[in-house]
């Protein structure tokens, strides 16, 4: 057996690994590896709530606020505290903020360039881009002609910086299909993507003190109290977002599915769903039922079966199995629980490690990853954008069907199709065109509110001591933050964060997790230069930096590259 190594795959966050064996052509098999230990629920024990709330945050610097939203809802929850409808609008308008600028990054800035060739755009006639631009609905804010000298000079200059280490050339140049023209439009709108994403942040910026790692999301409410001269600021900057979102996102994401229609027949996964829901919605407080006040979410939650039946989540059917993952023990524990003991193994089988074609290689370990095992009632599921997209279709979601059916009639296919690695893509930008509008909504909303004089923000604990859980979502996915709460002190905390689903390894019936799954059957045409496994990966938007290992027994290939400045792994 032979390893083809490729380290780091660019453009994630964070430490993962990925092992692949091809036969035929296809892979065969698949094994994810997270490859760092963070123990932050150790880092909040006998803290407040409050603490928690800006510590978590660190777990991620693209979504804290999600880690922050999550970890206030289960301190409130812990406290008995119910928030001011004022605190609900403000938090909906920071996490939409972060959303709006975690799915433009990822669409534009981390996944674009598996599709998009910068270069190629060198060829291309600036006059016919326009045209071809105007003949797709595409956005044309972005004079072509100086692009593309902008381009030539880059090139020119010999150092690709942030094109560099991609796969033009990938399947013999055929991996990457678009016309020159194409290829210019899309780098311009990824160019233009970097100013909007920074807008994103500015708003929340003006209204959680600082971004990342915000701090006016506490438990109670929130510290933020707006005026009339900083909700002007905020909706000059959600409208200037809301009108580049709506000419550009959705727009590309279907010319992306007319070139690259293979991707729909690739990277289903388990083909299960879930979701907590994001964004509370207008008729809070919901009685304090937090089934009912879930399901009523903007984006409401959802446990989604094979066969895309939908019930309401149960607390208690999740679980995480220890067997695969480098902690103490082989249990299954059920949610919430407060054990986290690490304890490392070599990721290969000792005495199996042996040099072939200048690479270290070995039997994989039955212990390989440092993410635990997430189950809901014993299965693999999936959390994403995608998952979220398909509960609120599947409740009949008065904005998110009619936007999901014009995308599947365009495309000519079924919602059963969209569950693929390009389906992820393409319906993910449906939140990106629903939360910039709902951010608009929302602002306008809190004027209204501060017009009327309700000016309140924030509400004391009823108690000190409680155990509660913060379900919400990040851009990822479903977002899990618990806590039991003594005098005011945390004594356990418990996190399962959108990743840990997507990434999970094999559970104790040797059943692959979701990314696992997903990789398995794609096709491969270079083994050294796996672009359609790198798409299925890049699809789930993992929150990790990963390595990708393939095998293909039958050829003896090997390859590796390491894009690291300082040659280090």
Same mark, same amino acid.
């Given at each position: 057996m032979t390893r083809s190594i490729i380290d780091p795959i660019t453009r994630i966050e964070g430490h993962l690994r990925v092992e692949m064996e091809v036969v035929n052509g296809k892979v065969a098999n698949a094994w994810v590896s997270g490859g760092c230990f963070r123990g932050m629920e150790l880092v909040v024990e006998k803290r407040t709530p409050e603490d928690a709330a800006q510590i978590v945050q660190r777990i991620c610097g693209v979504c804290p606020v999600s880690h922050s939203h999550s970890s206030?809802? %289960?301190?409130?929850?812990?406290?008995?505290?119910?928030?001011?409808?004022?605190?609900?609008?403000?938090?909906?308008?920071?996490?939409?903020?972060?959303?709006?600028?975690?799915?433009?990054?990822?669409?534009?800035?981390?996944?674009?360039?598996?599709?998009?060739?910068?270069?190629?755009?060198?060829?291309?006639?600036?006059? %016919?881009?326009?045209?071809?631009?105007?003949?797709?609905?595409?956005?044309?804010?972005?004079?072509?002609? %100086?692009?593309?000298?902008?381009?030539?000079?880059?090139?020119?200059?010999?150092?690709?910086?942030?094109?560099?280490?991609?796969?033009?050339?990938?399947?013999?140049?055929?991996?990457?299909?678009?016309?020159?023209?194409?290829?210019?439009?899309?780098? %311009?709108?990824y160019l233009e993507a970097l100013?909007?994403?920074?807008?994103?942040?500015?708003?929340?910026?003006?209204?959680?003190?600082?971004?990342?790692?915000?701090?006016?999301?506490?438990?109670?409410?929130?510290?933020?109290?707006?005026?009339?001269?900083?909700?002007?600021?905020?909706?000059?900057?959600?409208?200037?977002?809301?009108?580049?979102?709506?000419?550009?996102?959705?727009?590309?994401?279907?010319?992306?599915?007319?070139?690259y229609t293979e991707a729909l027949s690739f990277g289903k996964g388990c083909g299960r769903y879930i979701a907590w829901g994001v964004f509370e919605g207008p008729d809070w407080p919901y009685g304090g039922d937090y089934t009912t006040q879930m399901a009523n979410r903007y984006l409401?939650?959802?446990?989604?079966?094979?066969?895309?039946?939908?019930?309401?989540?149960?607390?208690?059917?999740?679980?995480?199995?220890?067997?695969?993952?480098?902690?103490?023990?082989?249990?299954t524990y059920t949610a919430p629980y407060y054990v986290t003991k690490p304890n490392y193994t070599a990721y290969y089988k000792p005495g199996t490690e042996r040099t072939e074609n200048g690479h270290e290689i070995g039997d994989i370990n039955d212990r390989y990853s440092w993410v635990k095992c997430p189950q809901y009632d014993g299965k693999p599921y999936e959390a994403g954008p995608l998952s979220r997209i398909l509960a609120a279709y599947v409740r009949g979601h008065k904005e998110v069907k009619p936007m999901v059916d014009t995308i599947l009639k365009t495309l000519n296919i079924k919602l059963t199709d969209a569950q693929s690695t390009l389906g992820r893509v393409a319906l993910r930008q449906v939140e990106t065109v629903l939360v910039a509008k709902w951010m608009e909504e929302w602002c306008l909303e809190l004027i209204a509110a501060l017009k009327g004089g309700d000016s309140e923000y924030f509400r004391e604990p009823e108690h000190t001591t409680g155990i509660g859980t913060g379900f919400w979502e990040a851009p990822r996915g479903a977002l899990y933050h618990s806590e039991s709460v003594k005098n005011g002190k945390i004594d356990g905390y418990h996190i399962i964060i959108p990743s840990t689903w997507n990434l999970a390894p094999m559970n104790a019936d040797g059943v692959h997790g979701p990314m696992e799954q997903a990789l398995i059957g794609v096709p491969v045409e270079t083994i050294d230069k796996p672009i359609n496994a790198l798409r299925t990966v890049h699809s789930f938007d993992p929150c990790t930096a990963c390595a990708v290992h393939i095998t293909e027994p039958a050829t003896g290939k090997s390859f590796e590259t390491v894009t690291n400045p300082w040659g280090v792994k």
């Amino acid at each position: 057996m032979t390893r083809s190594i490729i380290d780091p795959i660019t453009r994630i966050e964070g430490h993962l690994r990925v092992e692949m064996e091809v036969v035929n052509g296809k892979v065969a098999n698949a094994w994810v590896s997270g490859g760092c230990f963070r123990g932050m629920e150790l880092v909040v024990e006998k803290r407040t709530p409050e603490d928690a709330a800006q510590i978590v945050q660190r777990i991620c610097g693209v979504c804290p606020v999600s880690h922050s939203h999550s970890s206030t809802i %289960a301190g409130e929850k812990s406290y008995g505290i119910t928030i001011s409808n004022n605190a609900r609008i403000i938090r909906n308008m920071i996490e939409g903020a972060q959303f709006l600028h975690s799915h433009i990054l990822w669409l534009y800035n981390l996944a674009a360039l598996d599709y998009v060739n910068p270069l190629n755009a060198l060829s291309a006639d600036p006059a %016919a881009a326009t045209d071809l631009a105007v003949q797709l609905g595409l956005s044309t804010n972005t004079d072509y002609v %100086a692009l593309q000298e902008r381009l030539k000079k880059f090139a020119a200059n010999g150092q690709l910086s942030i094109f560099s280490g991609n796969w033009f050339d990938a399947d013999g140049g055929a991996a990457y299909k678009f016309p020159a023209e194409a290829d210019l439009i899309l780098t %311009a709108h990824y160019l233009e993507a970097l100013t909007m994403q920074s807008k994103a942040s500015e708003i929340a910026g003006l209204m959680g003190g600082k971004m990342p790692h915000v701090m006016t999301i506490i438990p109670g409410g929130t510290a933020f109290v707006p005026t009339e001269e900083k909700l002007d600021d905020i909706l000059y900057l959600i409208r200037e977002l809301k009108a580049w979102v709506d000419s550009t996102v959705l727009q590309d994401s279907l010319v992306l599915g007319q070139f690259y229609t293979e991707a729909l027949s690739f990277g289903k996964g388990c083909g299960r769903y879930i979701a907590w829901g994001v964004f509370e919605g207008p008729d809070w407080p919901y009685g304090g039922d937090y089934t009912t006040q879930m399901a009523n979410r903007y984006l409401p939650s959802g446990v989604l079966d094979a066969d895309l039946s939908l019930t309401d989540p149960v607390e208690s059917k999740i679980t995480e199995y220890m067997g695969h993952s480098w902690y103490e023990g082989t249990n299954t524990y059920t949610a919430p629980y407060y054990v986290t003991k690490p304890n490392y193994t070599a990721y290969y089988k000792p005495g199996t490690e042996r040099t072939e074609n200048g690479h270290e290689i070995g039997d994989i370990n039955d212990r390989y990853s440092w993410v635990k095992c997430p189950q809901y009632d014993g299965k693999p599921y999936e959390a994403g954008p995608l998952s979220r997209i398909l509960a609120a279709y599947v409740r009949g979601h008065k904005e998110v069907k009619p936007m999901v059916d014009t995308i599947l009639k365009t495309l000519n296919i079924k919602l059963t199709d969209a569950q693929s690695t390009l389906g992820r893509v393409a319906l993910r930008q449906v939140e990106t065109v629903l939360v910039a509008k709902w951010m608009e909504e929302w602002c306008l909303e809190l004027i209204a509110a501060l017009k009327g004089g309700d000016s309140e923000y924030f509400r004391e604990p009823e108690h000190t001591t409680g155990i509660g859980t913060g379900f919400w979502e990040a851009p990822r996915g479903a977002l899990y933050h618990s806590e039991s709460v003594k005098n005011g002190k945390i004594d356990g905390y418990h996190i399962i964060i959108p990743s840990t689903w997507n990434l999970a390894p094999m559970n104790a019936d040797g059943v692959h997790g979701p990314m696992e799954q997903a990789l398995i059957g794609v096709p491969v045409e270079t083994i050294d230069k796996p672009i359609n496994a790198l798409r299925t990966v890049h699809s789930f938007d993992p929150c990790t930096a990963c390595a990708v290992h393939i095998t293909e027994p039958a050829t003896g290939k090997s390859f590796e590259t390491v894009t690291n400045p300082w040659g280090v792994k």
